[in-house]
């Protein structure tokens, strides 16, 4: 009988990882598959119970992200300026329209059906991927945004944009002629991405600077006594503080917690409701560039990606671990009831 060899503390590596710095990854909502987009200028379909890929699109520049449209089809957003669909079925793409600069993020709405991307070009597009072929057919509205798109996220018919100049924009892709919210980051430094809570009452926003806000959409005075923020992904050194990016923040589907991921290698699990980390992974190779939870939260992938915030320099090879998750890691602990009076 041979002995089985657990996975590595990091979890299993997956094979042919992009070659290049990895921009994001993204689990399907049907099934284990992983979408992951790369500096390679590449969009990758893994199926990630199996450690095989399923399939890969070139693109004319760098891909900044990628999002699932169903299992075996998504959606990417260039530095070559285009928005397309991969359908990796049937080895068929087609550009969806374009911005007037790279196209930082996309995302697609379930509950509207639509496409929305953000970009460098200081505009949010949704764009209707039933159309036919060609721009003007797919594009649904452009709306000016106050800087440079850098983060993204949706939850029900909620859309959050986070722009440089620490801007946040809360829309209801049911009205999009302005937005539902304005509000700055409540964070001094540089958004670095932004992730609407699963259910759908406000979202974390983390900085370059070691911290993550945690906010809320109802901006009654009592609601907004409950935000707060917290430092993360910081170490001490003779007697400095040392402080990292928070590259990515990731939802677990079923209990609300969350992961961070930061330039420090270290992926943290926090219960936000009650204030505490609940867990440490091992250190991983280099920067944490981005995270996702597979549907039922029984798996992490994590992309561990040098994301060139020290310049150019000889890292570690990019890499996607996909780790088993444990209810201990991610499960929030429920708190002791007090003593009964006497």
């Given at each position: 009988?041979?002995?089985?060899?657990?996975?590595?503390?990091?979890?299993?590596?997956?094979?042919?990882?992009?070659?290049?710095?990895?921009?994001?990854?993204?689990?399907?909502?049907?099934?284990?598959?992983?979408?992951?987009?790369?500096?390679?200028?590449?969009?990758?379909?893994?199926?990630?119970?199996?450690?095989?890929?399923?399939?890969?699109?070139?693109?004319?520049?760098?891909?900044?992200?990628?999002?699932?449209?169903?299992?075996?089809?998504?959606?990417?957003?260039?530095?070559?300026?285009?928005?397309?669909?991969?359908?990796?079925?049937?080895?068929?793409?087609?550009?969806?329209?374009?911005?007037?600069?790279?196209?930082?993020?996309?995302?697609?709405?379930?509950?509207?059906?639509?496409?929305?991307?953000?970009?460098?070009?200081?505009?949010l597009k949704c764009w209707d991927p039933r159309g036919a072929s060609g721009q003007e057919r797919t594009l649904i509205g452009t709306y000016l945004q106050p800087e440079r798109v850098y983060s993204l996220s949706l939850v029900g018919n909620r859309l959050v944009v986070a722009t440089a100049g620490r801007h946040v924009n809360v829309y209801d892709l049911r009205n999009m002629s302005q937005p539902e919210q304005r509000r700055e980051s409540s964070l001094k430094y540089q958004t670095r991405c932004v992730r609407c809570y699963p259910n759908g009452t406000g979202y974390a926003l983390s900085s370059v600077e070691g911290r993550v806000a945690m906010e809320f959409f109802d901006s009654s005075e009592a609601?907004?006594?409950?935000?707060?923020?917290?430092?993360?992904?910081?170490?001490?050194?003779?007697?400095?503080?040392?402080?990292?990016?928070?590259?990515?923040?990731?939802?677990?589907?079923?209990?609300?917690?969350?992961?961070?991921?930061?330039?420090?290698?270290?992926?943290?699990?926090?219960?936000?409701?009650?204030?505490?980390?609940?867990?440490?992974?091992s250190k991983y190779p280099s920067s944490i560039a981005a995270l996702s939870f597979s549907r039922d939260g029984s798996l992490l992938a994590v992309a561990s990606s040098y994301t060139y915030e020290e310049g150019d320099k000889p890292h570690e090879p990019d890499a996607i671990f996909v780790r088993s998750v444990n209810e201990i890691e991610v499960k929030p602990k429920s708190k002791p009831y007090p003593n009964p009076p006497a």
């Open positions: 009988m041979t002995a089985v060899i657990p996975p590595p503390f990091s979890g299993r590596e997956l094979s042919n990882p992009p070659t290049d710095g990895i921009s994001n990854l993204r689990f399907s909502n049907h099934s284990d598959h992983l979408l992951v987009s790369s500096w390679d200028k590449t969009v990758r379909l893994y199926d990630a119970g199996t450690n095989v890929m399923r399939g890969e699109f070139m693109h004319g520049g760098a891909v900044l992200d990628c999002c699932f449209h169903d299992d075996s089809s998504g959606f990417s957003a260039s530095a070559d300026n285009t928005v397309r669909r991969l359908v990796f079925n049937y080895e068929k793409e087609d550009i969806l329209g374009r911005h007037d600069a790279h196209v930082r993020c996309v995302e697609y709405s379930y509950a509207t059906g639509q496409v929305i991307t953000g970009s460098w070009d200081k505009t609601s907004q006594a409950k935000k707060y923020a917290f430092k993360c992904h910081r170490k001490s050194e003779a007697g400095r503080d040392i402080v990292y990016p928070v590259n990515a923040i990731a939802f677990h589907p079923v209990y609300g917690t969350f992961a961070t991921g930061g330039c420090d290698g270290f992926v943290n699990i926090w219960d936000g409701n009650n204030k505490k980390r609940l867990y440490q992974y």
